[in-house]
């Protein structure tokens, strides 16, 4: 069964950083994109990076220069670097494989103070 745990969330001030993990069990880590979202109150789900089996990245907008997706598939764990955290960037971060079955971990509350 697929299983995915993420942690690191926390409170901070804007301008700080947190670094968000999400350990992964039940499946063939390697052989998956791995991506995180993030879900703000009253905000739809939203993909925020994505990374390749090959180590290649995405970020949506809103984060690129800021943030940081890595892979260690030795661990299995993927990892997000939030650095210059805004307001803006408080939510529930989920981290997901990339694939048609939903598996989602309990999320991990990101707030960022004014």
């Known amino acids: 069964q697929v299983q995915l745990v993420e942690s690191g969330g926390g409170l901070v001030q804007a301008g700080g950083s947190l670094r968000l993990s999400c350990a992964a069990s039940g499946f063939t880590f390697s052989w998956y994109a791995m991506s995180w979202y993030r879900q703000a109150p009253g905000k739809e789900r939203e993909l925020v990076a994505r990374?390749?089996?090959?180590?290649?990245?995405y970020y949506v907008d809103s984060v690129k220069g800021r943030f940081t997706i890595s892979r260690d598939n030795d661990k299995n764990t993927v990892y997000l670097q939030m650095n210059s955290l805004k307001p803006e960037d408080t939510a529930v971060y989920y981290c997901?494989?990339?694939?048609?079955?939903?598996?989602w971990g309990q999320g991990t509350q990101v707030t960022v103070s004014p």
């Open positions: 997901k494989r990339w694939s048609a079955i939903d598996s």
């Open positions: 990374i390749t089996t090959s180590g290649s990245t």
